[in-house]
T-cell receptor, first 112, second 117 residues
Framework: SQQGEEDPQALSIQEGENATMNCSYK?????LQWYRQNSGRGLVHLIL?????REKHSGRLRVTLDTSKKSSSLLITASRAADTASYFC????????????FGTGTRLLVSP | GAVVSQHPSWVICKSGTSVKIECRSL??????MFWYRQFPKQSLMLMAT?????????EQGVEKDKFLINHASLTLSTLTVTSAHPEDSSFYIC?????????????FGPGTRLLVL
């Protein structure tokens, strides 16, 4: 399977704490994207990082990419209860068709 | 931001019937749409890539005669699950890319939950 791996599978923290999720993938990529999914809902795009970028920020989100290790991390700072969701990384191998291969996901629970 | 809708949001059907799911890009044109399937507590698995005006490209292991895809316009793609069986029960999600914007972001629909009895 080409599917990426994410760890941890589940993460439980208190409000205000930081949450870090890691993603590893198998093939060379054009870009890597992170998505959030609330239970039973569609996906919301969070951030995209290109293969020639190493770090990117968006509000409380910080994403890093290490193409030599084929890995990425998503850091959510000062977490809130509303951040409770599943988080998925997805890689675009740059085939021209924009196909995304999703990781296994991390379920984040932020308790008040 | 770009909006993608799906209809219906949920459907319950009897085994052997066919179910059609619509995916629409509401405020942009999408020459390419994607269909995913997600089982409970699992990740999304790409089923097929839907190209406007041409045949869909299916991923390995996905039966094209069972999951019929039609992308008749730049804003609409449909997925028909033919002769549905209980094992087809799943969460089906579509996505589309705003070609005019040049952005690489895919926008996802809210999903359709299918339950086959």
């Amino acid at each position: 399977s080409q599917q990426g791996e994410e760890d941890p599978q589940a993460l439980s923290i208190q409000e205000g704490e930081n949450a870090t999720m890691n993603c590893s993938y198998k093939t060379s990529i054009n870009n890597l994207q992170w998505y959030r999914q609330n239970s039973g809902r569609g996906l919301v795009h969070l951030i995209l990082i290109r293969s020639n970028e190493r770090e990117k920020h968006s509000g409380r989100l910080r994403v890093t990419l290490d193409t030599s290790k084929k890995s990425s991390s998503l850091l959510i700072t000062a977490s809130r209860a509303a951040d409770t969701a599943s988080y998925f990384c997805a890689t675009d191998a740059g085939t021209g068709f924009q196909k995304l291969v999703f990781g296994t996901g991390t379920r984040l629970l932020v308790s008040p | 931001g770009a909006v993608v809708s799906q209809h219906p949001s949920w459907v319950i059907c009897k085994s052997g019937t066919s179910v059609k799911i619509e995916c629409r890009s509401l405020d942009f044109q999408a020459t390419t749409m994607f269909w995913y399937r997600q089982f409970p507590k699992q990740s999304l698995m790409l089923m097929a890539t839907s190209n406007e005006g041409s045949k869909a490209t299916y991923e390995q292991g996905v039966e094209k005669d069972k999951f019929l895809i039609n992308h008749a316009s730049l804003t609409l793609s449909t997925l028909t699950v033919t002769s549905a069986h209980p094992e087809d029960s799943s969460f089906y999600i579509c996505s589309a890319r705003d070609m005019a914007s040049g952005q690489e972001t895919q926008y996802f629909g809210p999903g359709t939950r299918l339950l086959v009895l």
